[in-house]
């Protein structure tokens, strides 16, 4: 009995690779039967912060953009500070993690985050993704599983595609602002397999005075065979979107009246990026082994026109600047696990090798204005190279005790070749993490974790041969290629009450080094280490079989470690983040959703003299359905048209006829007003 508990579990969790195929027939019965919308029932996992969202919530809530799947995981914030076809703005336990450095990000075993990127170390744009397609959501917080490498200390997500859908769909949504995005999605029988597919066009022009004119297609085709035990997939994607950008804006500037609170001051700001992959996964199980494994090429383009200080370097072109990379990556990610007796104790034991290659030319950062190229600051020609290998070993010492144990160790090679002699270079860096968990329980449906691990995530690799500043040719020392993490959290889980799922956990999170957005240079850098706790309560409520209730509440504290007299506090750390959601499913024709999120004020800057406004933003939709056939939706987007900011920054710009020095001031990107967008859709 505990035996085939240990195999149930180890099916849940990924426990060879990052290719989180587990579909509803891994979990045990009754937690399918009961939650429906998610995979959190007490044994499912090895933390109180770990879980599972499917494809039946993720279809019945309102998105404003694709990244926000990312909110279905409890206490992440997603906004954004540009233009839309850029990675949005993600906050996580006390983070502004930037674009997403220290969280990772999976589509079927791909990483999303782009390591030693033109715009932002761990850039995560999750636009080539077709929502009706993600089948299942699995989420981890907290370095404490061996199977996670750079960027996961703060957590982990992994997105993975359907490998069937029950109908096959075409929709079309229309609203404001010359907004329109039509999809087709679908599957069919093919061999022994299924093919199943997705494309979708969409435009948006937004709320701004420079219409955004964000116009994107993508597509995806996927064969896929076999069942949960002896499965294979291969899957092509492809992506291109364009924009202008809507940057952050200077609040002086709009309390002057010089600008609208949806205006620009450089309209010429925008980009346009590309990105293809070809993607493969294999899982096979026996009763007492189970192999994963996948590979991936991607190849990817991005071109960015960004203007964040105005006239501050500048005084006579403004100081906007391209940054423009192309990439081709490629990797793999490889594991068995076999479970077996030992002494009469059930145990299973993993080991996994992970490997990923990246080569990106040019990466370059150019002077430019109203787009046109003045000059080259800085271009260079990136070789990275990693690889992990990880063991892990799971034992069931009692009928309440279940141990897991792991170590990991990741190798790096950077290799730059750059226009500025002295920043060329190679180097080589390896790091080691353990990891440790217990799983006490279940008594009275509750179970109880206690967890601890070492992680960390990779510098830019121009960062790590640095010897003068791209701009001013100043002498700089380089940086740390790998920086440690180091995260201890204890949980409780329970089902006590009927219809009730509730966990909470007490964490804590140490950074030898902190990575922050630069407001003058438009990226992040590395800074002094930081410490960081928090407490989150997770709740899913379901009040009976056509009404659900969500309720997350998260609290953090964080600050530098190493003292400095402009302060220890952390520019941009979120400390509060709230959730409620209702959804309303199947109510006879009717079907709806309610969501509010709220995140609070943080401070700016170090010693936390300007600090941001709070956040609170709801989303509705109602649904209804004619027959079989045809359904249509109405979704309402900042629903109480609240005047708030997607995100906040403090730093010095400069305006025409201000002093040479600047002007200190917050920088913000307004929350889109209040907007309705309406969705027709057939199934054939």
Do not use: C
């Amino acid at each position: 009995m505990i035996y085939k508990s240990i195999v149930a579990l180890a099916t849940f969790l990924p426990l060879a690779v990052h290719a989180d195929t587990t579909d509803a027939a891994d979990t045990p019965e009754t937690t399918v039967q009961v939650r429906g919308h998610y995979d959190n029932g007490v044994g499912t996992s090895n933390a109180a912060s770990q879980g599972a969202v499917t494809a039946e919530l993720i279809a019945n809530r309102p998105a404003l953009r694709p990244g926000e799947l990312l909110e279905f995981v409890p206490g992440v914030i997603v906004t954004q500070h540009s233009g839309d076809g850029k990675a949005n703005q993600y906050f996580l336990r006390g983070f502004n993690l930037d674009h997403g450095t220290d969280f990772a990000t999976f589509v079927d075993g791909m990483p999303v985050n782009m390591r030693t990127h033109a715009h932002g170390q761990g850039y995560t744009d999750l636009n080539f993704l077709i929502p009706e397609l993600v089948d299942r959501i699995n989420y981890k917080k907290g370095p404490y599983y061996a199977d996670e490498g750079d960027f996961a200390s703060a957590g982990a997500a992994h997105l993975t595609l359907a490998n069937k859908l029950r109908e096959n769909t075409a929709s079309l949504s229309v609203g404001e602002n010359q907004y329109y995005r039509s999809v087709v999605t679908g599957s069919t029988p093919m061999g022994a397999g299924n093919l199943v597919y997705g494309a979708e066009l969409g435009h948006n022009n937004g709320p701004w005075v420079e219409p955004e004119a964000f116009h994107k297609s993508l597509g995806v085709l996927r064969y896929a065979q076999g069942a949960s035990d002896d499965q294979f997939t291969v899957t092509g994607m492809f992506y291109k979107g364009a924009w202008h950008a809507s940057n952050q804006i200077p609040l002086r500037a709009v309390q002057s009246g010089e600008i609208d609170p949806f205006g620009a001051i450089d309209p010429t700001d925008g980009g346009e990026t590309s990105r293809y992959s070809l993607s493969a996964t294999m899982r096979k199980r026996t009763s007492d082994a189970l192999f994963q494994a996948n590979a991936y090429v991607v190849q990817s383009s991005l071109t960015l026109y960004n203007d964040f200080t105005y006239f501050l370097d500048d005084p006579v072109n403004g100081d906007q600047s391209r940054q423009t990379e192309k990439r081709r990556m490629a990797g793999f990610d490889v594991g068995q696990t076999w479970f077996s007796h030992w002494g009469g104790l059930d145990v299973s034991n993993k080991v996994g090798l992970q490997g990923r290659y990246d080569y990106i030319s040019p990466l370059g950062l150019y002077k430019t204005a109203h787009q046109q190229t003045l000059g080259v600051i800085t271009e260079s020609k990136v070789k990275e190279a990693s690889a992990g290998a990880y063991v892990e070993n799971t034992v069931q010492w009692l009928p309440w005790m279940r141990t897991t144990a792991g170590l990991r160790y990741d190798r790096y090679r950077f290799d730059v070749d750059s226009n500025i002699a002295e920043n060329s270079g190679k180097v080589s860096a390896g790091t080691t993490s353990p990891k440790f968990s217990v799983v006490l329980g279940p008594w009275a449906k509750t179970e109880f974790f206690i967890n601890y691990g070492e992680g960390f995530h990779s510098n830019d690799a121009r960062g790590t041969t640095v010897h003068l500043t791209p701009k001013e040719r100043e002498p700089i020392d380089p940086v740390t290629p790998l920086v440690k993490t180091r995260g201890a959290e204890i949980g409780a889980r329970t089902e006590f009450l009927p219809g009730l799922q509730s966990s909470m956990a007490l964490w804590k999170l140490r950074s030898e080094s902190e990575l922050v957005f630069s407001g003058d240079a438009g990226d992040t850098s590395p800074s002094r280490g930081s410490y960081r706790s928090g407490i989150e309560w997770n709740n899913h409520y379901i009040a009976n079989s056509w009404l659900l209730f969500d309720l997350d509440m998260v609290y953090s504290r964080s600050h530098y470690t190493e003292h400095d007299p402009v302060g220890d506090y952390i520019p941009g750390a979120i400390g509060k983040v709230a959730s409620f959601g209702a959804t309303v499913m199947d109510m006879g024709p009717w079907s709806g959703a309610f969501q509010m999120r709220y995140f609070g004020p943080r401070p700016l800057i170090e010693d936390n003299s300007q600090r941001s406004a709070s956040t609170a933003i709801a989303y509705a939709r109602v649904g209804y359905k004619f027959n079989r056939r045809w359904t249509v939706q109405l979704d309402a987007f900042n629903l109480f048209d609240r005047k708030a900011s997607d995100v906040d920054y403090y730093y010095a710009s400069r305006l025409p006829g201000e002093p040479a020095e600047g002007v200190d001031d917050i920088h913000y990107h307004p929350a889109e007003r209040r907007t309705f967008r309406l969705t027709v859709k057939t199934t054939f």
